[in-house]
């Protein structure tokens, strides 16, 4: 089994998993062509003080297919091999596979390998989403240092915190800002 990557409709990808999923089973495929995945993340952000945790697609308009394609050559093909290719083929929103030509190109065992870590990682701890990063000027919007401007000098992620240096009095000081209270100048 190899793993491959197919081009579908932008903003379509649930959609094409879900009828090439139901055509899989319809065809009793499911031996040959065991998972389809949209590849997703999940993703931290802060806004407006409360914390918000959303899916996003790590790859716009691609799904991800685990599948037996069978031989390569188009007159050693099996009849189970051809059933394969037409269910997939005839599957509205099925585009083409990454990698050209007659035959689709399957994905490396390490950039499978690091795919599905860095899925699984962001389903358990998601990430935080950060607007700045170190070195960035930015403008304090909220708080007791509200209107200063300063340099991130650190970034806290897992707690959602800035570490900012700002020039209060001719000096200057460092203080940690939640990264919702910033915007980048």
Do not use: C
């Not at 009849?79 to 509205?92: G, H, I, M, Y």
């Not at 795919?115 to 998601?126: F, G, I, K, V």
Request: proline share 4%; charged share 35%; aromatic share 6%.
């Amino acid at each position: 089994m190899n793993w491959y990557v197919v081009r579908v409709p932008t903003n379509q990808e649930d959609k094409v998993r879900e009828r090439l999923l139901r055509r899989i089973k319809a065809d009793g495929l499911e031996d040959r062509l065991p998972q389809v995945l949209v590849p997703i993340e999940r993703i931290t952000e802060i806004k407006a003080g409360k914390k918000k945790v959303s899916s996003h697609k790590i790859y716009p308009g691609y799904v991800l297919l685990q599948a037996d394609m069978g031989k390569h050559e188009p007159d050693e093909k099996s009849e189970e091999d051809q059933r394969v290719w037409f269910a997939l083929r005839e599957t509205k929103g099925f585009g083409d596979f990454v990698g050209g030509g007659a035959e689709p190109v399957a994905m490396s065992d390490e950039e499978v390998a690091q795919l599905l870590a860095r899925m699984d990682d962001t389903a358990e701890t998601p990430r935080m989403a950060v607007a700045v990063k170190v070195g960035d000027l930015v403008r304090i919007k909220e708080g007791p240092f509200e209107g200063f401007d300063g340099t991130v000098e650190e970034s806290v992620d897992d707690k959602g915190l800035l570490k900012i240096s700002v020039t209060i009095f001719g000096r200057a000081t460092s203080v940690e800002i939640q990264q919702w209270q910033v915007e980048a100048t």
